[in-house]
């Protein structure tokens, strides 16, 4: 089997809250707290939780907008969370983002010819300029836009189109994995569905790995292979999209699950309503860090921490519940075929 393009080894992003004795700092936020998983080559892994959870923080580590406390993270075989700025460069192309709002990574004074030629120069991915501008207008075409529009401002398009401005910059570096972070989010729901069926297309046609960074499983249930569900820091459960939607093996997963609208009008999914609100980051629960809102908490949950376990092939959940016989797991006899 071939190395996977990404692997994500036990991450930590603890962010110093104060400085204390001797201007040490002796608060942390405890954003991401020990967290794995892989991509491979050509595949969609969602990352999913409620905001807050620390999903965008994970994805600003493996872009390296952020320096990680502790863990690796290995693209392509190559350890990049503790290379030299340098040595990073080359890799860099091979990593790229799509954030939330497009408007904000487009410079307002840069036309979108020059927005996309930026990449394409930086990493020298041209050899002259007919090579340049057959690669603009390529690029044009592969997200829909007419290629008249490279001559245009950011401010002219909408926003959706500004998203497919933000996605062809971020397909110009010729990437093999695009970060979305919250891609989708702000769009209208039709232009959401438009852009994700664009990058679904895109990935089909090119073979690009994406990490899906999303609050919304809705959005996920449509696009994704894989799920990784997020609750304060750490991965509550992870496996394909089949396993996570239909057999979730960890409360919050079904909470999260329970939410999504179901077409069917017969579908008998009761909402569940998680109690309280996610606890702080600064000063996670102990033992089980979801038991303070879990609705099947119980006495060992509070004092040890559970760890991921497989529960079937490919399929991971850190819940005590999943070490008890099937008749005695809420989570399996509830389980939607
Ligand atoms: Fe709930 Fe306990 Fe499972 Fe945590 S370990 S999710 S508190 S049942």
């Given at each position: 089997?071939s190395?996977?393009l990404?692997?994500?080894?036990?991450?930590?992003?603890?962010?110093?809250?104060?400085?204390?004795?001797f201007?040490?700092?002796?608060?942390?936020?405890y954003?991401?707290?020990?967290?794995?998983?892989?991509?491979?080559?050509?595949?969609?892994?969602?990352?999913?939780?409620?905001?807050?959870?620390?999903?965008?923080?994970?994805?600003?580590?493996?872009?390296?907008?952020?320096?990680?406390t502790?863990?690796?993270?290995?693209l392509?075989?190559?350890?990049?969370?503790d290379?030299?700025?340098?040595?990073?460069?080359?890799?860099?192309r091979?990593?790229?983002?799509?954030?939330?709002d497009?408007?904000?990574?487009?410079?307002?004074?840069?036309?979108?010819?020059?927005?996309?030629a930026?990449?394409?120069?930086?990493?020298?991915?041209?050899?002259n300029?007919q090579?340049?501008?057959?690669?603009?207008?390529?690029?044009?075409?592969?997200?829909?836009?007419?290629?008249?529009?490279?001559?245009?401002?950011?401010?002219?398009?909408s926003?959706?189109?500004?998203?497919?401005?933000?996605?062809?910059?971020?397909?110009?570096?010729?990437p093999?994995?695009?970060?979305?972070?919250e891609?989708?989010?702000?769009?209208?729901?039709?232009?959401?569905?438009?852009?994700?069926?664009?990058?679904?297309?895109?990935?089909a046609?090119?073979?690009?790995a994406l990490?899906?960074?999303?609050?919304?499983?809705?959005?996920?249930?449509?696009?994704?292979?894989?799920?990784?569900v997020?609750?304060?820091?750490?991965i509550?459960?992870?496996?394909?999209?089949?396993?996570?939607?239909?057999?979730?093996?960890?409360?919050?997963?079904?909470?999260?699950l329970?939410?999504?609208?179901?077409?069917?009008?017969?579908s008998?999914r009761d909402r569940?309503?998680?109690?309280?609100d996610v606890p702080?980051?600064?000063d996670?629960?102990k033992?089980?860090?979801?038991?303070?809102?879990?609705p099947?908490a119980?006495?060992?949950?509070?004092?040890?921490e559970?760890?991921?376990?497989?529960?079937?092939?490919?399929?991971?959940a850190?819940?005590?519940?999943?070490?008890?016989?099937?008749?005695?797991?809420?989570?399996?006899?509830?389980?939607?075929?």
């Amino acid at each position: 089997m071939s190395a996977p393009l990404l692997e994500v080894n036990d991450l930590k992003m603890h962010f110093p809250l104060n400085g204390g004795l001797f201007g040490a700092a002796d608060r942390f936020v405890y954003a991401v707290d020990g967290l794995s998983f892989r991509v491979e080559k050509g595949e969609t892994l969602s990352l999913v939780g409620e905001s807050g959870c620390g999903k965008s923080t994970v994805g600003r580590a493996i872009l390296r907008l952020l320096k990680p406390t502790g863990g690796q993270v290995v693209l392509g075989g190559q350890r990049i969370d503790d290379m030299s700025s340098s040595a990073l460069r080359p890799l860099r192309r091979r990593v790229q983002v799509v954030f939330q709002d497009p408007f904000s990574s487009l410079n307002p004074r840069i036309r979108v010819r020059d927005a996309l030629a930026e990449p394409i120069n930086n990493f020298r991915l041209a050899k002259n300029r007919q090579e340049l501008d057959r690669k603009l207008n390529a690029l044009m075409d592969k997200v829909g836009l007419p290629r008249e529009a490279l001559g245009r401002w950011p401010h002219e398009f909408s926003g959706g189109q500004r998203q497919r401005i933000g996605i062809a910059r971020a397909l110009a570096a010729e990437p093999d994995l695009i970060v979305c972070d919250e891609a989708v989010s702000a769009l209208d729901v039709s232009v959401k569905a438009q852009i994700v069926n664009l990058l679904g297309g895109l990935q089909a046609e090119l073979g690009l790995a994406l990490l899906f960074i999303s609050h919304d499983l809705a959005i996920v249930e449509h696009m994704t292979h894989r799920v990784a569900v997020m609750y304060l820091g750490k991965i509550a459960e992870i496996g394909t999209k089949r396993q996570i939607f239909a057999r979730p093996r960890h409360p919050y997963t079904e909470a999260l699950l329970s939410a999504v609208p179901k077409p069917d009008p017969d579908s008998k999914r009761d909402r569940i309503m998680l109690k309280g609100d996610v606890p702080s980051p600064i000063d996670p629960p102990k033992g089980c860090r979801f038991h303070t809102r879990c609705p099947y908490a119980f006495e060992r949950c509070r004092s040890e921490e559970p760890r991921l376990k497989e529960v079937e092939r490919g399929h991971e959940a850190a819940c005590h519940l999943n070490d008890r016989a099937a008749e005695d797991n809420p989570l399996l006899s509830g389980a939607r075929a």
